[in-house]
């Protein structure tokens, strides 16, 4: 209900309001599942520091969406669901949510589940596939946040030139 | 925002609060939820709460723009450099194991290692992009 709210409003502000709103619940959804970890990181980062960027923005552009009433676009209509279709019908082949005999809960969980403590030594086992097991994937997401950050200050600039040039104008 | 008391004052002592909690994250993840990722958002949102209740200049002055672009690198190769120091004493590339002589201090050292580099790199690349968005002035 929140989703079709948030396509549906035209007050970008309402927007980010309601996708704060969104992610708070997707958080509380992850803890129903016992995925503590992944709650914590929604909570934090879609309900807090996202809004807050989101914000930003809307006070450097506008706070209003352009409505562009150009009519409906059957052939969008038609490939959007058609895809969703073969996308509905690839799902049809996959195990059961919670099957114990689906492939992921019969090789590798067992194996991270019951051998981890021995192995790593800590009790979190989350932690120790993020960060043993799978520790290159890890890698690959810090080096991936850290270009994000490159990226941004490319096309925004760091604020450090004009905080400078403030300060210049303030001496003379 | 600085002319409301009642706002000050709280953020006055919850900001110490975040950190706390930023740190407990960091350092605590290999017994309770938590890591890197997680712990450098919420200390990253210490800053950001400072500066939308003190004003942008204040949090620059403490963390300045410079310093968090040379964090972000650091973090990224702190990691990669407890790779690469695996690498040389024997093993495969992040393969804790060589590190220390007993196998369960060297995960675990590597593992607290890599997520120091990853908080920081996080931390520092929030706050970056926080300073960015609101360092820039309609026009």
């Known amino acids: 209900m929140v989703a079709i709210a948030i396509v549906r409003i035209r007050n970008l502000f309402a927007v980010t309001m309601l996708s704060g709103i969104y992610s708070l619940l997707a958080a509380t959804l992850f803890v129903i599942l016992d995925a503590v970890d992944v709650a914590l990181t929604e909570a934090a980062v879609g309900a807090g520091i996202m809004i807050i960027l989101m914000l930003g923005t809307l006070a450097l552009t506008t706070s209003k969406e352009k409505v562009?009433?150009?009519?409906?676009?059957?052939?969008?209509?038609?490939?959007?669901?058609?895809?969703?279709?073969?996308?509905?019908?690839?799902?049809?082949?996959?195990?059961?949510?919670?099957?114990?005999?689906?492939?992921?809960?019969?090789?590798?969980?067992?194996?991270?589940?019951?051998?981890?403590?021995?192995?790593i030594g800590i009790p979190n086992m989350?932690?120790?596939?993020?960060?043993?097991?799978?520790?290159?994937?890890?890698?690959?997401?810090?080096?991936?946040?850290?270009?994000?950050?490159?990226?941004?200050?490319?096309?925004?600039?760091?604020g450090a030139v004009r905080r400078r040039r403030r300060k210049e104008e303030d001496h003379s | 925002m600085n002319q409301y008391v009642v706002l000050r004052v709280v953020t006055k002592l919850m900001i110490p609060v975040i950190m706390l909690y930023g740190l407990y994250i960091q350092f605590h993840g290999e017994y309770?939820?938590?890591?890197?990722?997680?712990?450098?958002?919420?200390?990253?949102?210490?800053?950001?709460?400072?500066?939308?209740?003190?004003?942008?200049?204040?949090?620059?002055?403490a963390v300045p723009p410079e310093a968090a672009h040379i964090l972000a690198a650091l973090g990224v190769v702190l990691y990669i450099g407890i790779g690469i120091a695996a690498f040389f004493l024997g093993g495969n590339f992040l393969e804790y194991k060589v590190l220390l002589s007993d196998d369960h201090a060297a995960e675990t050292l590597g593992i607290i290692g890599i997520e120091l580099g990853v908080g920081i790199t996080v931390a520092t690349v929030a706050l970056t992009l926080f300073y960015s968005f609101a360092g820039r002035e309609s026009d």
């Open chain 1, 126 to 158: 989350v932690t120790s596939v993020l960060a043993s097991y799978r520790a290159i994937d890890t890698l690959g997401e810090a080096v991936v946040i850290y270009a994000a950050a490159v990226g941004v200050l490319l096309v925004l600039g760091s």
């Open chain 2, 32 to 61: 309770s939820p938590g890591g890197g990722f997680q712990a450098g958002i919420i200390f990253a949102a210490a800053f950001v709460v400072y500066s939308l209740i003190y004003g942008l200049d204040g949090a620059q002055e």
């Open chain 1, 68 to 119: 562009h009433d150009k009519g409906q676009n059957l052939l969008a209509l038609g490939v959007v669901v058609v895809t969703g279709a073969g996308l509905i019908y690839g799902t049809l082949d996959m195990p059961h949510f919670g099957d114990p005999d689906a492939p992921a809960h019969t090789h590798l969980s067992p194996h991270f589940t019951q051998e981890s403590v021995d192995e």
